[in-house]
């Protein structure tokens, strides 16, 4: 860590109350204790399907239980804000060490089934495990921090299911330095982001990427799920209307994904990583983080193939104006 933020402080891992899933679906909100530097929010998810599952199975798999999982400052501004799906088939895979998966525990790939499933998740507050960017200074008397979990309804993941799920939130925390010279800068806001979008028929799409910030990562699914099959037969990167740093078909980024990742890449899905492209992973140069605020025009084109929808999730580091 940068500074002497790494030399005067201590990290520190609490365990939160345990929130419940509500009958048939919905939210559980916790506020998150007014304590240090927040780095990461690590969750624990126990998931049931009970009752009789039958047809229509969700084809995103178990992860369907989870609609959203938000961590919120203030009065709404989304620091992270990912679905189930999103974090089992994208996030989760584009998670610091590219060794292994981010938490190769998380089931929320498998085929929706009578059982019991194990659905853990890592919200990155920190940029990585190495870099004091993104920390969240709690203790700011002008500053709330709060996590929502909205479970899906039962019937959206199987006709005649009975789902019942825990949450046990575990934070990783930094104490405050005593002088605030050491402390770590503030700055960087990173934050992870999902949408979706329809995709109403094969032939040419454009995903407009918005603009403004630093983006580090960008994980898409078009096809993804149980039955996985890539729904496109050519990505490409284009920056100012022309210029296409990236112009490539599926068994490219299989090769990619197998050298940057070690394992193959889920059918369906597209993994942009520009953290990893220094050879180290998100612990290299970062040489090739790119600035949004550059360019007047910065967008990902597919071949579609068929109908469909697209997930998008985006890593990024925000300018935070200094008050």
């Known amino acids: 860590m940068a500074g002497d933020f790494n030399q005067r402080t201590r990290q520190k891992f609490s365990t939160l109350s345990a929130l419940a899933k509500p009958l048939g679906g919905g939210q559980v909100q916790m506020a998150l204790p007014k304590s240090g530097f927040l780095g990461r929010i690590w969750l624990s998810i126990r998931a049931t399907i009970g009752g009789a599952p039958v047809a229509p199975l969700n084809p995103l798999g178990v992860s369907s ?86 479970f899906a309804a039962d019937a959206t993941v199987a006709a005649g299911a009975v789902i019942t799920a825990t949450v046990t939130p575990i934070v990783e925390n930094f104490t405050v330095p005593l002088a605030k010279e050491d402390f770590p800068s503030t700055d960087l806001l990173h934050t992870v982001l999902e949408e979706s979008s329809a995709v109403a028929a094969a032939g040419e799409l454009t995903y407009n990427i918005p603009r403004g910030n630093v983006y580090l990562q960008i994980a898409q699914g078009l096809g993804m799920g149980v039955a996985g099959a890539d729904n496109f037969d050519r990505v490409r990167i284009r920056v100012n209307q022309s210029d296409y740093i990236t112009d490539v078909p599926p068994a490219f980024l299989d090769m990619q994904h197998g050298l940057y990742r070690g394992r193959a890449r889920p059918a369906g899905c597209i993994y942009t990583d520009l953290m ?16 949004s605020a550059l360019v007047t025009d910065f967008a990902m084109t597919f071949n579609a193939l068929a109908a469909g929808t697209l997930y998008t999730v985006r890593r990024q580091l925000v300018n935070v104006p200094r008050t």
């Open 65 to 150: 239980i989870i609609n959203r999982v938000r961590v919120t400052l203030n009065t709404g501004i989304d620091v992270f804000n990912v679905s189930g799906p999103g974090y089992a088939w994208l996030l989760d895979e584009m998670l610091d060490a590219e060794f292994a998966r981010g938490t190769p525990q998380n089931q929320g790939r498998s085929l929706v089934a009578a059982g019991t499933y194990n659905l853990d998740m890592v919200i990155p507050l920190m940029m990585n495990l190495r870099d004091a960017v993104g920390l969240l200074l709690l203790q700011n008397e002008q500053l709330t921090a709060t996590l929502t979990v909205d």
């Open 276 to 291: 990893g492209s220094s050879g180290l992973g998100m612990y290299g140069t970062g040489r090739d983080l790119f600035n």
